[in-house]
């Protein structure tokens, strides 16, 4: 059993995909070839904005909005301690200082009603970050945003590329969007990728000046950049899989709520929350593991099931970020880095597999309890 099941997917789609490619070789354009633009203005038919900016991965996108938003060295930037390092990793390149902020018990998503007091004279932006596929309360953090000098607010959407918050989708509800084509997201290419989505003109163009060391014309350098493109293979790749990501959204929402029904009930084992008024596309399907996790992940290792910690450290943690922890911490995320455990889940999983799973899980748990 694989934790994402990329082969599968493959193939049904290998005969798109591999045409895709395939014209690739044939016209030669790896770097900003057609399928560049193509995919950029489907992306943001999807999501639903003016503006798409491929980029060459997602700790690009989250780099590039912070430059485009004119963070610099000095300048805070609001962010939660549970996620992957390259949400922190961007603002403290840039010399600006990552301010953590604890996340909600129930859906480790950044706790918006701590944000507000984070903020200072020096906060510059506020990047909250859609984890396991979920969407925080981002009209709440939209209007925080604006009650403070119109702060700009930059979703890491790495995993959480189709997702839908009321109306609205992902990377469509704030100033910028930044998701992650990594082989394993919703939506993944076979290497590196990344894109950015924003309705402001002025910002789409920073951003595609900086993509490419701030040009605005060849050899002309109006702004400080970075070698930021997705390359046209890669875009090629995302364009053939967009042809059925629809069906994977709904088959991740079924699999996520059969995951939800079977597991429900276990003595031990927490769920996850998704709010009323949004869904989650499950980049990971995660659970907590009241008592001892590790042994419970070995035992399903044992019965051929593998998992994945997301995250077993939050980053006040890390050596790296330890400089900016905040006092006293951040308990709920330190809690759930103890306890989270995250289970195979992708569209193509299958149900007998699913089931197996399950099965696998109140084994475990009730074995270590």
């Known amino acids: 059993m694989q934790f994402t099941d990329l082969k599968t997917q493959y193939a049904a789609l290998k005969t798109s995909i591999d045409a895709r490619i395939q014209r690739v070789l044939d016209h030669g354009q790896y770097i900003m070839g057609p399928e560049v633009a193509e995919l950029e203005q489907a992306l943001a038919a999807f999501a639903g904005t003016r503006h798409c900016i491929t980029v060459a991965s997602g700790t690009e996108a989250l780099l590039i909005a912070l430059m485009a938003a004119g963070v610099k060295a000095g300048d805070e930037v609001i962010t939660t301690p549970f996620t992957f390092a390259a949400t922190a990793e961007t603002i403290v390149l840039l010399g600006a200082v990552p301010v953590f902020v604890d996340i909600e018990p129930d859906t480790c998503n950044i706790d918006v009603s701590q944000v507000e007091a984070a903020v200072t004279p020096r906060t510059r932006a506020i990047m909250p970050v859609s984890l396991y596929g979920q969407v925080p309360d981002m009209d709440a953090l ?202 195979p889940m992708s569209a193509d999983l299958a149900e007998a597999d699913q089931a197996r799973v399950v099965d696998a899980v109140r084994t475990a748990v009730a074995a270590h309890r």
Not at 303 to 332: M, N
């Open 142 to 343: 939209n209007a925080i945003a604006a009650r403070h000098a119109d702060l700009a607010v930059i979703e890491d959407a790495a995993q959480s590329f189709g997702a839908r918050y009321g109306a609205r989708r992902s990377c469509a509800l704030s100033t910028f969007g930044a998701t992650s084509f990594f082989p394993s997201k919703p939506l993944g290419c076979y290497g590196d990728g990344g894109a950015l989505f924003t309705d402001d003109d002025a910002l789409a163009q920073a951003a595609r000046e900086i993509r490419v060391h701030g040009q605005s014309a060849r050899y002309t350098h109006t702004r400080v950049g970075v070698g930021g493109r997705m390359d046209t293979l890669q875009c090629a790749v995302v364009l053939g899989k967009l042809e059925r990501f629809e069906w994977e959204l709904q088959q991740r929402a079924r699999i996520g709520q059969r995951y939800r029904e079977a597991l429900a009930d276990v003595p031990g084992l927490g769920l996850t929350a998704v709010r009323a008024d949004r869904d989650c596309v499950w980049a990971q399907f995660t659970v907590f593991v009241e008592q001892g996790r590790d042994e419970v992940a070995a035992a399903l290792k044992t019965a051929g099931i593998p998992t994945a910690v997301h995250y077993p450290k939050p980053l006040h943690r890390q050596p790296a970020y330890a400089a900016w922890a905040p006092a006293g911490g951040c308990p709920q995320a330190e809690r759930a880095a103890a306890r989270v455990l995250s289970l």
